[in-house]
């Protein structure tokens, strides 16, 4: 197995900036608090890789029945890492203390890429009734052969000049009061509208379509997979990471082994080139570097050798990451936290709002807040396509799921609420309650639907609030929402709802408005009164059970597929 082990780059003489300047605690340094170029520094003391496509000659980029993917017409190297990036987020955790011994060295590092390429108007949610707000960051893992370290892990050298494919995708939602984070996946091959993107280097535009969402890179890069996501989900995304194959074995190199288990002998490998190459025999094992990026891409040989079992791999993995990371065991030695923050800078491709290590830090500081027992990873509800050679989402439970994480619900079905008090009276007289209304209806696919401000605040006159008004400024949200300012305006806002039939889930109190606001949603295009669905006054508040959810403590076993085992 190869390993890597890179020490930073000790050519560029700079003046460093110190403990104090940036803020941090002085305990975060060697030496007494000394950065590497202080007088008086000293520095700490000091698998197999198959030689094709992980998958084989004959994989291809779908499903085929029996629920065995299959690739199309051009087959060897489209497989790719299925690598769930949520690793790095975590590992800033531990890594950016120690990276500010070096911070513009690390911050040269990143590599950065615009948000979002696309149109959706989407806007950030509003913080809630003590001014918080959820975080959610698209991790990203991209097939792409553009080194030779990453055609020798990879295979595939036909492959080299292809675009890149993010063949991994998951969205992390953390709560608004950090209690709980939640992580949903989604096939490689689930079938999606793509927007419409331009790439932001050769200023060529794409069309909208209906294509596997891992071509979604290939559309500019991965602010158009941001932007692919935000139309599926209804989910406005903060941020984005990328990492590709080399960056997933240096970073597991630095991490020093992650405990895995399986219940029986694997070996990943057949007589027609199907396979990782992974080797473990029966039982837990750390795994690092190459034998790492292994388990992570392995298919055949994990459950129904499908890229679903595949995920749950993954799952596991990183679960078991954040389990070793909040330990703190591998993060004691100053010279494996230089090891890490160079592997995770270097490894990354973040988007503009996260462009330097301070901020990265910021975020790792967010999610160190969470309770292991409070993280949920999940699967999105899926069903097979027509054929059986790709994936859709799966109608009521992928919805539903998403809905979870737009009201910021955790999916681990744990959140603690008080039993809710009466709902109290209108403190407003109708004629006097100013309710400004906007049209949330902007979908970049079906485009908006036009008036709907207006229909909604002739509909609330005629009902008697009188002083309601519209403003023109357009906007896209999937859920319709009514917020409010302050625990006075309660009574006013729910007896609105009552009057147009939304349910209790759809009022909100928030700390950014003034008076009460509706945003009419994708959910309510037509009709002056809000169309009736199942489950509308009780949302769900736990992840449906074709989510596979595993839980952050969870520490069980992959199930061998018996044609892979020895």
């Not at 595949?310 to 679960?319: C, E, F, G, P």
């Not at 023109?472 to 949200?477: G, I």
Request: hydrophobic share 30%; net charge positive.
């Amino acid at each position: 197995m190869r390993q890597s082990s890179v020490r930073g780059d000790r050519s560029r003489r700079r003046r460093q900036p110190d403990a104090q300047e940036l803020g941090w605690d002085d305990s975060l340094y060697d030496n007494k608090g000394l950065p590497p170029d202080a007088p008086g520094w000293t520095p700490p003391e000091g698998g197999e890789v198959p030689p094709g496509d992980e998958d084989g000659p004959e994989a291809g980029a779908g499903h085929r029945k029996g629920g065995r993917p299959r690739r199309k017409k051009g087959g060897k190297g489209r497989k790719v890492l299925r690598w769930t990036a949520i690793s790095l987020a975590v590992l800033i955790v531990g890594t950016a203390g120690a990276g500010y011994w070096y911070y513009e060295h690390l911050n040269a590092n990143l590599r950065k890429a615009p948000r979002s390429l696309g149109n959706s108007g989407l806007k950030k949610p509003d913080p809630n009734a003590f001014g918080q707000t959820p975080l959610n960051i698209l991790l990203l893992g991209s097939d792409g052969r553009n080194s030779k370290k990453n055609i020798e892990l990879g295979g595939a050298r036909q492959d080299a000049d292809r675009k890149p494919l993010a063949d991994v995708q998951m969205l992390v939602h953390v709560s608004a009061d950090r209690s709980n984070m939640s992580v949903i996946s989604i096939p490689r091959d689930t079938r999606v509208t793509i927007p419409k993107c331009t790439d932001p280097k050769t200023h060529e535009e794409y069309p909208q379509t209906t294509a596997p969402i891992n071509e979604s890179l290939q559309h500019g890069g991965p602010g158009c997979t941001l932007a692919t996501w935000q139309e599926l989900t209804g989910i406005y995304i903060d941020h984005f990471m990328m990492v590709d194959f080399s960056g997933v074995v240096d970073m597991a190199d630095a991490i020093g082994g992650v405990p895995v288990c399986v219940r029986a002998n694997i070996y990943s490998h057949d007589s027609k080139g199907h396979g990782s190459g992974l080797r473990l025999t029966k039982g837990t094992h750390p795994v690092k570097g190459v034998q790492a990026l292994q388990w992570l891409r392995t298919r055949y040989g994990f459950e129904d050798n499908t890229d679903i079992g595949r995920a749950k791999a993954q799952h596991m993995y990183m679960n078991s990451m954040i389990r070793q990371l909040k330990k703190g065991t591998k993060l004691s030695d100053p010279g494996q936290l230089r090891d890490l923050a160079e592997a995770a800078t270097k490894a990354l491709t973040v988007d503009d709002g996260l462009d330097t290590v301070k901020k990265l830090y910021d975020l790792g500081g967010d999610l160190s807040r969470v309770p292991t027992k409070r993280t949920t990873m999940i699967t999105m509800p899926w069903q097979y396509g027509p054929g059986e050679r790709y994936v859709v989402p799966k109608p009521g439970d992928a919805d539903a799921t998403f809905a979870m994480l737009r009201n910021d619900t955790a999916l681990d079905g744990k959140d603690t609420k008080k039993k809710p008090a009466p709902d109290p009276k209108p403190s407003t007289p109708k004629d006097q309650l100013k309710v400004v209304v906007q049209n949330g209806t902007n979908s970049t696919v079906t485009g908006p639907a036009s008036g709907r401000a207006s229909d909604i605040q002739r509909q609330l006159a005629g009902l008697g609030w009188t002083a309601a008004g519209t403003t023109t400024v357009l906007t896209s949200q999937a859920d319709t929402t009514l917020t409010y300012h302050g625990t006075d305006r309660r009574g006013d806002a729910l007896a609105v709802a009552k009057a147009l039939g939304l349910p209790k889930s759809a009022v909100r109190e928030s700390s950014s408005v003034t008076g009460l606001q509706l945003i009419v949603g994708n959910d309510w295009r037509a009709g002056t009164t809000y169309p009736k669905t199942s489950g509308n006054d009780k949302p769900a508040d736990k992840a449906p059970a074709s989510a596979d959810a595993q839980n952050g403590e969870s520490k069980g076993c992959m199930k061998v597929n018996p044609d892979y085992t020895f």
